[in-house]
């Protein structure tokens, strides 16, 4: 008793010369004292077994939560998974798509034998299936690889390590710091993100996160920034630094999202979200073992699953919109043509035109369908399309008048325009308000018109 009531003694002789006067940091240094003062204790009354494992440990973290090296660190994780995710996805994403597509066209002779009428045959075959199938063909095998590969940071224990660099960054944005892995999970899925803004206690700053999740750039934009990235940014050096170039384009972009949610949070913190930021005490726990079996269940069938069936649910419905619009007629022109008329001046200003804008708009409920959507409007087709190769797409773009700057602009709007149906469903059961759903697709999207309309102009200022 008398070492604690000496101990006790000696914490508030440490904190005494804390109180007096507006010291800076006062919460972390008084929490500091007190974590050195019951270490101490425990150095007196515990043995430790395994005095290589704690000092390798010590190592680790040393060198994860480094100043120097924890970012690039984070940053060579994060393209790695990335990395990861998108080349392992490639072919069981092409051969998901090959069996999916295959069953669209059993399903439309199937439905010619029953002499269905055409209407009904294009608005459940070639809207709603093929919707769906590109949805579930684009979405699965990416976040099938993804959410596992973050599962296992997560069951590894360096995920902690992740929110303990990054928290400084976001506390001086007026955010939390656990709001860093609700991010990271957004690279995956961004209504997944913003179901795991849970995680955050305040009400205030967890809703700051979910405004915010959508600057992580899902798995549904990838094949997007992917594909304009290879066909006009790789074009712009020789063919040996094409490749490179691309990456180091769709790079920027991530950083460009990472960025530009640290500057939402602040100017949020600061206008409609005040308040006072908590406080955030976060012990590393010890490195693990993984649970190969744990990961599998959470990551496929909490995560990954869970999330696909609200894109499913979300995206037949727009399939069959857009079959509708490009289908149904106004003096000899579809209404789709009509909309993506009125809508091409302000395309043109934002550097982009009118049937890119309409492609977004019908592509609210799955960022997937966005370019087949596209490229049924340059080629005037009824329903979705995709082309078999991306010179056919550099092709049709350039017929188009695209130019690197168009896809600049295309690519910037991708990450800064409102989030998908999924995403908007989501954060209207997790906030339970449809005035924090309006908000978090009207910050983005006036956000990504006033960006493409910035650059637009200033490139043409320049180069032109």
Same mark, same amino acid.
């Given at each position: ?44 009354? *515990? ?89 579930? /063909? ?112 769709? *790079? ?180 339970? /308000? ?31």
């Amino acid at each position: 008793m008398s070492t604690i009531n000496n101990q006790g003694l000696s914490i508030i002789r440490e904190i005494e010369p804390l109180l007096p006067g507006n010291v800076p940091n006062i919460k972390d240094r008084i929490v500091s004292v007190i974590y050195q003062q019951a270490e101490g204790i425990s150095a007196q009354v *515990v043995r430790t077994e395994n005095l290589y494992q704690t000092s390798l440990e010590a190592r680790l973290d040393g060198i994860l939560t480094s100043r120097w090296l924890g970012f690039p660190i984070m940053l060579l994780l994060l393209t790695l998974v990335l990395w990861i995710t998108i080349t392992g996805a490639n072919y069981p994403s092409q051969l998901l798509a090959s069996g999916l597509f295959w069953l669209e066209g059993q399903l439309l002779h199937l439905f010619a034998a029953w002499g269905a009428p055409a209407w009904l045959t294009g608005v459940l075959i070639q809207g709603m299936y093929r919707s769906l199938a590109w949805v579930v /063909s684009v979405m699965l095998p990416p976040m099938a690889i993804f959410f596992p590969l973050f599962t296992l940071l997560e069951d590894l224990g360096y995920l902690p390590r992740v929110a303990f660099n990054m928290d400084n960054l976001f506390r001086r944005a007026g955010a939390h710091g656990k709001q860093c892995l609700t991010m990271c999970m957004g690279f995956g899925c961004n209504a997944a993100g913003v179901t795991s803004c849970r995680i955050i206690d305040s009400p205030r700053e967890r809703l700051i996160a979910i405004l915010t999740n959508t600057f992580s750039i899902c798995n549904g934009r990838f094949p997007t920034l992917i594909a304009l990235a290879t066909i006009f940014m790789g074009s712009l050096a020789a063919r040996a630094y094409s490749s490179m170039l691309a990456t180091l384009a769709v *790079v920027a972009i991530i950083m460009t999202g990472i960025l530009t949610s640290l500057l939402v949070s602040y100017l949020l913190s600061r206008t409609l979200l005040q308040g006072v930021s908590s406080f955030f005490v976060l012990e590393l726990p010890p490195f693990r073992k993984p649970q190969l079996g744990q990961i599998l269940i959470r990551s496929l069938l909490d995560r990954t699953l869970f999330v696909l069936w609200r894109a499913v649910v979300i995206a037949a419905p727009a399939g069959a919109l857009t079959w509708i619009l490009a289908n149904s007629f106004v003096a000899d022109t579809s209404v789709f043509a009509l909309i993506a008329g009125w809508l091409d001046p302000l395309g043109q200003l934002m550097g982009m035109d009118g049937i890119i804008l309409i492609a977004f708009l019908l592509g609210l409920p799955a960022n997937e369908i966005v370019l087949p959507i596209l490229i049924m409007g340059y080629l005037s087709a009824g329903s979705m399309l995709e082309l078999d190769s991306l010179n056919a797409l550099q092709t049709l773009l350039l017929d188009h008048g695209w130019t690197w700057i168009t896809a600049l602009c295309v690519m910037l709007f991708s990450l800064l325009h409102f989030p998908c149906g999924t995403t908007l469903y989501t954060i209207f059961k997790e906030t339970r /308000s449809a005035r924090w759903t309006i908000m978090a697709a009207l910050i983005p999207l006036a956000l990504g018109i006033l960006v493409t309309l910035i650059v637009n102009q200033g490139a043409k200022t320049i180069f032109f």
